[in-house]
């Protein structure tokens, strides 16, 4: 039930958001956005795609890192130390998918990305977090256990002595 809320809010905003962009731009946007035409200008264009590379080569560093992060928490746990093999072969799985994708079906790229995208972002930001969340509460939850289990040891510990 936890994870069904958060699925659901992700999925309304994306079907809200493509209804009406396609209601607004119909058939006349492609399914790679560098190849639409935006604006007019070869400066326009020039610096229009230079903001975009930018955003994307800023964006997927900070997906990629807080993929890496949720996968490592859920993979090994909080309390695993830091190693940069265990970081450069998760890096190298997430980034390496990716370009296996890419690779294999070169020409249809940009709608498996459109999807994969979509689930890794509902993943990242509603899913995993739940996870996370739910993981933590069941070791509090463990902990609380074992505090009240001495507390209570040691009050018939106590009261054995008197």
């Known amino acids: ?47 229009l795609y230079g903001c975009m590379l930018l955003y994307l080569a800023l964006g997927m560093t900070t997906t990629q890192f807080a993929l890496r992060q949720s996968l490592d928490l859920m993979v090994v746990g909080e309390d695993a130390q830091f190693t940069w093999l265990r970081q450069v072969v998760m890096t190298s799985i ?28 509902c993943a990242v930001c509603y899913i995993i977090p739940v996870y996370i969340q739910l993981h933590m509460y069941r070791i509090h939850k463990q902990r609380q256990k074992m505090v009240q289990v001495c507390l209570q040891d040691s009050f018939v510990a106590v009261s054995t002595w008197m």
């Not at 039930?1 to 079907?15: D, E, Q, R, S, W």
């Not at 493509?18 to 209601?23: I, P, Q, V, Y």
């Not at 990716?98 to 020409?107: F, G, I, M, Q």
């Open 94 to 121: 997430t980034v390496g998918s990716s370009l296996a994708v890419a690779l294999a079906v070169p020409d249809k790229a940009e709608k498996i990305y459109a999807v994969v995208g979509a689930s890794a972002v």
């Open 1 to 47: 039930m936890c994870l069904l809320l958060p699925t659901g809010v992700a999925l309304t905003v994306y079907f809200t958001m493509g209804l009406f962009g396609a209601s607004l731009f119909g058939q006349h946007t492609h399914g790679n956005i560098m190849v639409n035409e935006l604006i007019t200008g070869r400066v326009a264009t020039a610096a």
